[in-house]
C-alpha cells in the first residue's frame, strides 16, 4: 500500500521556524516529483513548493519563496520543507504529494490533479 505521512507541525510564534517531513512507503519515489500543498482556513488547497526528480530543479509560491525551501533525501524516501520566518498567514493544513508519472520532466507542476499520491496533512499554527 502506497502511503506518504507528513509530520513535524505544530504551533510556532511568528518569526520561528518548523521543519515537515513527508516518508513514503510501499513504492520507491525517488523517480517522482514531488510537492507541498496546504489549505488555509476556509480556503482551498493551494500550491507551496515542488521538487523534482533528483533535486534538479524546485518551484516556489510567491508567498513562501525566500523563507520556505524544499529538498529531498531519496536514501530515506522522503522530502522535506524547511519553514523559516514563519507568518500566521502561513497557518495551514500542510500536505506532499507525489506525481509518479512525470517522467523527465522538470517544468513547474502546480495543480492538484497533477499528482497521483497524498498523505494526509499535517496542521501548522503560527501565533501572532
Known amino acids: 500500500q502506497v502511503q506518504l505521512v507528513e509530520s513535524g507541525g505544530g504551533l510556532v510564534q511568528a518569526g520561528g521556524s518548523l521543519r515537515l517531513s513527508c516518508a513514503a512507503s510501499?513504492?520507491?519515489?525517488?523517480?517522482?516529483?514531488m510537492g507541498w500543498f496546504r489549505q488555509l482556513p476556509g480556503k482551498e488547497r493551494e500550491f507551496v513548493a515542488a521538487?523534482?526528480?533528483?533535486?534538479?530543479?524546485?518551484y516556489y509560491a510567491e508567498s513562501v519563496k525566500g523563507r520556505f525551501t524544499v529538498s529531498r533525501d531519496n536514501a530515506k524516501n522522503t522530502v522535506y520543507l524547511q519553514m523559516n520566518s514563519l507568518k500566521p498567514e502561513d497557518t495551514a493544513v500542510y500536505y506532499c504529494?507525489?506525481?509518479?508519472?512525470?517522467?523527465?520532466?522538470?517544468?513547474?507542476?502546480?495543480?492538484?490533479?497533477?499528482?497521483?499520491?497524498w498523505g494526509q496533512g499535517t496542521q501548522v499554527t503560527v501565533s501572532s
Open positions: 521538487i523534482t526528480r533528483n533535486s534538479v530543479t524546485t
Open positions: 510501499g513504492r520507491t519515489f525517488s523517480s517522482d516529483y
Open positions: 504529494a507525489a506525481d509518479a508519472d512525470s517522467g523527465q520532466y522538470y517544468g513547474l507542476r502546480k495543480n492538484e490533479y497533477e499528482y497521483d499520491y
